[in-house]
């Protein structure tokens, strides 16, 4: 059974490090790429950034000076990286699968961050 | 960046089509398939897959909903619209990175 599911803090003070982790299971991510995306209350969707299967990055480019995705896959996790944080970067933080041309299939539920003092 | 349009809002009465419009500043065909997605989302919910490439149903979603288009401008359908159809839908590029447009509410009248 498919599932991911993303862990964190849900409270960053500004200017600090956002720590993301995101564990998947019944698949692996050396077959799978893996997406961030965030979407801030009542706003759209916004990509942040994908590691591929092989372990390459790519970043939206708003985002690129911030961001570092990683994986660890033999724990099966994929772990997200921003600095630098503002009150703006308040948002529910998903991670999600993708299989080869076909979106994004499996996402998970789903972290709240709040960006606050 | 590959920008998406959609308009922000749609209503509809139950057992009618609704009709979403995406339209991209570039191409995002490549070698025959559109690199084109939609999403449903439902508030408190993670977005859900409809439609890949354009065209083609995603795994368990009704045939209610198809997909079509090509090039920049694209199109999403639901027929006959449920009571339950009612959420945001996003469609999503993935010829260059990946981008979403800005969502497409679905309301009853």
């Known amino acids: 059974q498919v599932q991911l599911k993303e862990s ?62 990683s994986k660890d896959t033999s724990k099966s996790q994929v772990f997200l990286k921003m600095n630098s944080l503002q009150t703006e970067d308040t948002a529910t933080y998903y991670c999600a699968r993708e299989s080869p041309r076909t979106g994004s299939d499996y996402w998970g539920q789903g972290v709240m961050v709040t960006v606050s003092s | 960046d590959i920008v998406l349009t959609q308009s922000p809002a749609l209503a509809v009465s139950l057992g009618q089509r609704a ?67 009612t959420a945001t839908y996003y469609c999503q590029q993935s010829r260059n990175l990946r981008t979403f447009g800005g969502g497409t509410k679905l309301e009853l009248k």
């Open chain 2, 19 to 85: 009709t979403i419009s995406c339209k991209t500043n570039q191409n995002v065909d490549y070698y025959g398939n559109s690199y084109m997605h939609w999403y449903q989302q439902k508030p408190g919910q993670q977005p859900k897959l409809l439609i890949y490439l354009a065209s083609n149903l995603a795994s368990g979603i009704p045939a209610r909903f198809s997909g079509r288009g090509s090039g920049t401008d694209f199109t999403l359908t639901i027929d006959p619209v449920e009571a339950d159809d």
């Open chain 1, 8 to 69: 964190g803090p849900g409270l960053v003070q500004p200017s600090q490090t956002l720590s993301l982790t995101c564990t998947v299971a019944g698949f692996s991510l050396t077959s799978y790429n893996v997406h961030w995306v965030r979407q801030p209350p009542g706003k759209g969707l916004e990509w942040m950034g994908v590691i591929w299967n092989t372990g390459g990055t790519r970043y939206n480019s708003a985002l690129k000076s911030r961001l570092s995705i």
